[in-house]
C-alpha cells in the first residue's frame, strides 16, 4: 500500500533576482513498512527534497510544480542536528507532552504519561528523570531519540529522516538505525531516509534513489543499485566509500564538483566528473523515478550498452 | 543556584569594577579638562584674587590629582555629592528631589515603546513581503531621523495646544493630573525609542524564525499563535531584552531632551540647565548618577538573559 | 553543510528598494545643493535683524520671518550648510582617529592592542550621550568642542571595525609575501591592508552621521552646541518653541530638513548594506 507518492516535484530557489531550479522533476513513492534511502554528495538536493514534502521550505525556495499525496497518513520528520532541532528553552517532557496534546488532546497528567511512555519506547532509560532536562542536558544519542519520540507522537504513517545519524559516532549511528527500522516493523511505518553516506542506506533501505544535481539519476531496490550500479555516478559514489565487507579497494574520492545550479542543463549533469561521455550525454536524458520497483537509470551510456547486449 | 552560575554572576560583577573606576576617574578629571583656571570660573566673574584663593582651597583644588580623586570617593562614600555652585544646595537633595519625573518618564516611556515596537516587529519578521510591513519599515526609516524634540514640540502643538487635550507641561500635582501630563512626554520618547526597539526585536525574531528547533515544532504541527508564544518569544526575548539594554543609554539620552522641550523637572532637565549654568558640580554629579544608572541597567540586563538561559553554566 | 542550511546562507531578501532609494538620491544632492549656492539662493542676509518681526509666509519671505526679525528662508539655507559640514566631520574625526589607532594596534598588535582593546572596552560600557553633554559642557559650546567631543566618543566603533579586519588581512599570504619583499612597515599597511579594511567603517560611517545630526541638533537644541546666533537647524526649533502656539512652521520646517537628510542618509547607508551582503 502506497503512503506517499510524491510526482515531478519542482522547487526553485531565488537567488540575486534569479529563479534557479534546484529540484527537477523527482518523483519516488514509499509503501508501508517500507525504507526508501535517497543518497547523494550534499547540495544535491534531497535534503530539499525532504523538506518541500514535508511544506516546510526554507524562505526564498519556493515549490513551483509536481505533486504530494499523502492520503490519509501523516508525515513527520527526523532532522539532521538534534542540537539545533529541539528548543533550547523548553524542557523535553513540556515539548513531548505539548506535542501529544495538540495530537491526542487529553489532560496535561495524561499527556505526560504518554510522554514518558514515548521515550521509554524510543529507548531513553529512566524516561521520567529526562523528561525534566533539558536538550543540552542530554548526549546526542539521547536527543536524537528524543527527535523520533517527538515524530512519533504525531502517529505519523510516513516519517522523513534527514540524515539522522550524520552528527553521531558509529555505535550510536547503528543503535539510532536499528531503532528506526523497529518502529518502522513495529508501526508497518513508511520511511524516507536521507543520507550522503552509502554505508547508512545500505544497512536499512529497501528501495533506493541516487540524486545528483537536483535530479534522481538512479534508482531501484537497494540489492540491485548498490551492488550493480548503472549509472557512473553511482558507481563513482559506492567507490567513494571504503567498503569492509566488500572487496577493499583503494578511497577515491569522485573528481571534481557538482555543477552550481545557475548551469543546470537538460543534458547530462554528470558528464564533466565523467569518464565515458559523448555526443548522446550531450542531448537531453531520460528522467528516473523511483515510484515502482523497477531498477533504472538516467545514464544514456548505459542504455545503448544494454540495448548492444541483448 | 548552581556553582557554576554564582561564578557566572561573580564574574560579571567584576566586570563592573574597573568601568566604574574609569567612569570616576573621567567625572574627577573633567575639571581639569575646563579650560581656564576652575578657581576662577566656579568664584564667579567678578571675585578677587583672595576670593579665588579661597575656592581653589575649600575645592581642594592646589592638592595633587590623586588626592583630589581620593577625596571625591571619601565624600561620595559618605553620600555627599558635594554642592550646587548656584544655589549652595547639597546635590544629593537636587536629586532626591528631582529623580521621581525621571523614573516616571523612563517607565511612561519603556511602556509606549514596548507596546509600539511588540506589533511591528511581530508584522516585520512573521510578514516580511506584506504591504503593511514595508510600509511600516519605511515609515521607522523616517522615525528613527526625526529629533526627538521636534517631535515632542509637534505633538503637543496638535494634542495639547491646537486641541487643549493635554497640558503642555509641567509635572502635576495630583496622581491624576501627573498622569495625564506624562502623556505627551512618555508618547514622544517611546517615539523616538521605538523604531530602533522594533528594528532589533524584529532581526531576533527573524533569526529565531530561521532557527532549526523552530522548523521542527512546524513539523510536529505547532504553527500559528501557539508557536509565536511558546516557541518564538521564549527564544527572541533574551538578544531583544540585551539589545534593548544596549540602548538604554539612548533611552536616557532621550529622556534628558523631553524633559527639557516638556518642562519635566527631572535629573535630564537638571542636567541641562546646570550645563548651561556652567554650574559644575551639579554636571559632574549629574553625569557620575546617569552612567551608573546605564551600567546597572546593562548589568542586570546581562545578568537575567544569562540566569533566564537554561544553558548558563559559565566556567 | 546541507543543501538547506547552503540555500538560507545564499539567500538574502531583496529589498525592492530602487526608487525610495533614487528619491533618497535626489533629495540628498538637493539639499547639498542648496547648501552649497545659499549665498545665491538666499533672498536675504541670515542674520540681518529687522523690525518686521514674525511675519508669516509671504512673497518677501517665503517662510516668514523669526522673532528677531530674520528671514527665516535664508536662515535655513545657512543652517544646511553648518549641518551638513558639522555632520560630516562629527562623523568623520572619529573614523579618521579610530582608523589610524585601530589599524597601528591591530598591525603592531602586542601592549599597544591590549591597551587599545581595554580603553575601547571600557568606553563601550559607558554612557556616551551623558558624557556627549558632560565634554561639550566643559570644553565650552562652539563647533570645536563639539567636534573634539564626538571625537573622543565615536572612534572606538571604527578601531575595533579596523584592528579586527588588519588582524585579518594581515594573516593572509601576500601581505607576509610583500613584507618579505622588503616594504615598509607604512607601505604595508597603507597599500595593502587598509583598503581591505575599509569597506566595513564606510558602511558605519552612512549609519553614523544620522546619529552625528541628531546629535549636534540636539546639543544646539540645548544651546550647548554652535555659538549662538549662527544658523543651525536644532537651535532654529529651539528658538521657535515658545513660539509654538502661533508660529508652528517657525518650528516645523527645520525640523523637516533634518529629517530629510538624516533619512536620505540612511537610505544611502542600507544601499552600502546590501551591496557588502552581495559582495
Known amino acids: 500500500m502506497t503512503l506517499l507518492a510524491v510526482d515531478e516535484l519542482r522547487v526553485s530557489v531565488r537567488r540575486r533576482g534569479t529563479e534557479l531550479t534546484v529540484l527537477d522533476g523527482v518523483s519516488f513513492a514509499v509503501g508501508a513498512g517500507q525504507c526508501l534511502g535517497i543518497v547523494g554528495e550534499s547540495g544535491c538536493g534531497k535534503s530539499l527534497t525532504l523538506r518541500a514534502t514535508m511544506g516546510l521550505l526554507p524562505p526564498g525556495a519556493t515549490r513551483t510544480g509536481g505533486d504530494i499525496r499523502v492520503g490519509r497518513s501523516g508525515l513527520a520528520m527526523v532532522f539532521q542536528d538534534s542540537h539545533a532541532s529541539l528548543d533550547p528553552t523548553m524542557r523535553v517532557g513540556t515539548f513531548l507532552a505539548d506535542v501529544v496534546r495538540r495530537r491526542r488532546g487529553g489532560t496535561r497528567a495524561a499527556a505526560r504519561r504518554q510522554a514518558a511512555e514515548l521515550l521509554a519506547a524510543v529507548g531513553v532509560p529512566d524516561p521520567d528523570l529526562r523528561l525534566r532536562a533539558y536538550p543540552h542536558e542530554l548526549s546526542g544519542g539521547t536527543r ?64 533506493v534513489a541516487v540524486m545528483y544535481a537536483g535530479q534522481i539519476v538512479e534508482a531501484g531496490p537497494a540489492a540491485d543499485v548498490l551492488d550493480r550500479p548503472q549509472h557512473p555516478y553511482t558507481r563513482a559514489l559506492i567507490g567513494a566509500v571504503p567498503s569492509l565487507d566488500g572487496p577493499v579497494g583503494p578511497f ?47 545514464c544514456v551510456q548505459h542504455s545503448t550498452h544494454h540495448k548492444e547486449r541483448t | 543556584m ?12 567584576v566586570q563592573v569594577l574597573p568601568v566604574l573606576t574609569a567612569l570616576l576617574l573621567i567625572v574627577v578629571l573633567l575639571q581639569q579638562l575646563m579650560p581656564g583656571d576652575p578657581a576662577r570660573v566656579m568664584a564667579g566673574p567678578r571675585a578677587t584674587v583672595e576670593q579665588v584663593a579661597q575656592v581653589r582651597r575649600d575645592l581642594g583644588l592646589d592638592q595633587p590629582i590623586f588626592l583630589q580623586f581620593w577625596a571625591y570617593l571619601t565624600n561620595l562614600a559618605e553620600g555627599d555629592l558635594g554642592r550646587s555652585n548656584r544655589t549652595g544646595i547639597p546635590i544629593s537633595a537636587i536629586v532626591g528631589d528631582r529623580a521621581g519625573a525621571t523614573l516616571w518618564l523612563m517607565a511612561g516611556g519603556l511602556i509606549v515603546s514596548t507596546a509600539l515596537a511588540a506589533p511591528a516587529a511581530l508584522l516585520m519578521a512573521l510578514r516580511p513581503r506584506s504591504v503593511a510591513a514595508r510600509i511600516c519599515a519605511r515609515s521607522l526609516t523616517i522615525l528613527v531621523n526625526c529629533p526627538p524634540f521636534w517631535i515632542g514640540l509637534m505633538l503637543a502643538s496638535v494634542l495639547a495646544l491646537r486641541t487643549g487635550w493635554l497640558p503642555v507641561g509641567g509635572f502635576g500635582e495630583t496622581f491624576g493630573e501627573r498622569l495625564r501630563s506624562m502623556v505627551l512626554p512618555s508618547l514622544t520618547i517611546g517615539l523616538a525609542a521605538m523604531p530602533l526597539l522594533a528594528r532589533s526585536a524584529a532581526g531576533s525574531l527573524r533569526q529565531v524564525l530561521a532557527a532549526d528547533h523552530v522548523t521542527t515544532a512546524r513539523s510536529l504541527g505547532i504553527t500559528g499563535w501557539p508557536l509565536v508564544r511558546r516557541h518564538l518569544l521564549r527564544n527572541a526575548m533574551p538578544p531583544a531584552v540585551t539589545l534593548l539594554s544596549v540602548q538604554a543609554a539612548a533611552l536616557l539620552f532621550g529622556a ?49 538573559v544569562a540566569l533566564l538561559d537554561p544553558r548558563t553554566t559559565w566556567r | ?99 589610524v589607532i585601530g589599524a597601528l594596534a591591530g598591525y603592531h598588535g602586542g601592549s599597544l592592542d591590549a591597551a587599545v582593546r581595554w580603553v575601547a572596552d571600557i568606553f563601550q560600557a559607558l554612557p556616551v550621550y ?92 540645548f544651546g550647548l552646541g554652535v555659538e549662538a546666533g549662527t544658523p543651525e537647524l536644532g537651535a532654529m526649533v529651539a528658538e521657535a518653541q515658545v ?37
Open chain 1, 252 to 298: 577515491r574520492p569522485i573528481p571534481g564538483a557538482p555543477p552550481d545550479p545557475a548551469v543546470y542543463t537538460p543534458a547530462c549533469r554528470f558528464l564533466p566528473r565523467c569518464g565515458h561521455g559523448d555526443a548522446a550525454c550531450r542531448g537531453p536524458v531520460p528522467g528516473v523515478h523511483a515510484l515502482d520497483l523497477r531498477h533504472r537509470s538516467s
Open chain 3, 130 to 221: 551623558v558624557l556627549l553633554i558632560a565634554f561639550v559642557f566643559v570644553l565650552g559650546p562652539g563647533t570645536p568642542s563639539l567636534l573634539v567631543a564626538f571625537g573622543t566618543l565615536g572612534w572606538i566603533v571604527y578601531a575595533r571595525l579596523i584592528r579586527t579586519e588588519v588582524r585579518r588581512v594581515r594573516e593572509r599570504d601576500y601581505v607576509s609575501a610583500s613584507y618579505l619583499l622588503g616594504l615598509s612597515h607604512t607601505t604595508v599597511l597603507v597599500r595593502h591592508v587598509l583598503p581591505n579594511s575599509l569597506r566595513q567603517s564606510l558602511v558605519y560611517l552612512t549609519t553614523d552621521m544620522g546619529l552625528a545630526l541628531q546629535g549636534i541638533a540636539v546639543l544646539s537644541f
Open chain 2, 256 to 304: 534628558v531632551v523631553v524633559e527639557q522641550t516638556f518642562g519635566l523637572p527631572g535629573l535630564g532637565a537638571e542636567l541641562v540647565s546646570a550645563a548651561g549654568q556652567r554650574d559644575f558640580p551639579v554636571v559632574q554629579a549629574l553625569t557620575l548618577i546617569f552612567g551608573c544608572g546605564i551600567i546597572l541597567i546593562n548589568l542586570l540586563a546581562d545578568l537575567s
Open chain 1, 144 to 207: 536524537q531519540r528524543v527527535s523520533i519520540a517527538l515524530a512519533l507522537a504525531t502517529d505519523p504513517r510516513v516519517l522523513l529522516c534527514d540524515e539522522p545519524t550524520t552528527a553521531l559516532d558509529v555505535t550510536l549511528q547503528a543503535e539510532i538505525l536499528r531503532l528506526l527500522d523497529t518502529a518502522r516493523a513495529e508501526r508497518g511505518l513508511g520511511v524516507v531516509l536521507v543520507s550522503h553516506d552509502v554505508a547508512v542506506i545500505r544497512q536499512v533501505a529497501d528501495v
Open chain 2, 2 to 13: 548552581s556553582a557554576g552560575r554564582l561564578r557566572f554572576v561573580a564574574a560579571r560583577l
Open chain 3, 1 to 99: 553543510m546541507t543543501a538547506v542550511t547552503f540555500f538560507r546562507a545564499r539567500f538574502r531578501a531583496r529589498r525592492g528598494g530602487g526608487r525610495v532609494r533614487w528619491v533618497a538620491v535626489t533629495l540628498l544632492a538637493l539639499v547639498i545643493l542648496a547648501a552649497i549656492f545659499a549665498p545665491v539662493l538666499s533672498p536675504d542676509d541670515p542674520a540681518r535683524q529687522t523690525l518686521d518681526q514674525l511675519r508669516p509666509p509671504s512673497a518677501d519671505h517665503p517662510l516668514g520671518t523669526d522673532a528677531l526679525g530674520r528671514d527665516v528662508l535664508s536662515r535655513m539655507l545657512y543652517a544646511l550648510r553648518t549641518d551638513l559640514l558639522l555632520m560630516v566631520f562629527a562623523a568623520g574625526l572619529p573614523m579618521l582617529a579610530g582608523t
Open chain 3, 243 to 279: 513660539l509654538l502656539r502661533s508660529h508652528w512652521w517657525l518650528a516645523a520646517f527645520p525640523g523637516l530638513m533634518i529629517i530629510v537628510i538624516g533619512s536620505s542618509v540612511a537610505a544611502l547607508a542600507d544601499r552600502f548594506n546590501e551591496d557588502g551582503e552581495a559582495g
